[in-house]
């Protein structure tokens, strides 16, 4: 089902950490990061959830700088959640709440396959 209020922007590359094309990453990445900047900037969006971003600056198809001005420059009343391993230092610094997750039993170990809009 449809819903008015959620927007949702994906990389749509089928991104693993053994890519095969880094160029066609770092367009894809870059062209997500374009609708995540208009959202970041958009007063009347109140939750950004970047998830798995912290993989885009771990290999560098996001510089930190770029991240950080548009953090810097969101609405005050607007709440952005980054997900993924790994955080930048920098971004663990600038952050009011770090929370590691640790697995304690998972189903995928179980023979349930990954779920579409569950973990994926």
């Not at 001005?69 to 770090?98: C, F, S, W, Y």
Request: charged content about 25%; overall charge negative.
């Amino acid at each position: 089902a449809e819903d008015a209020n959620l927007e949702v922007a994906v990389m749509a590359t089928g991104f693993t950490w053994e890519t095969q094309n880094r160029d066609s990453d770092i367009a894809a990445c870059q062209n997500v990061w374009r609708e995540a900047e208009r959202m970041l900037a958009d007063p009347g969006v109140y939750l950004v959830v970047l998830d798995e971003l912290t993989y885009m600056l771990k290999f560098g198809y996001l510089d930190f700088a770029t991240l950080e001005q548009a953090l810097a420059k969101r609405p005050a009343e607007q709440t952005v959640i980054v997900t993924g391993r790994n955080a930048h230092r920098d971004l663990l610094a600038m952050a009011d709440t770090v929370t590691e997750m640790q697995e304690i039993r998972h189903a995928f170990n179980d023979g349930l396959q990954a779920r579409r809009g569950i973990d994926y």
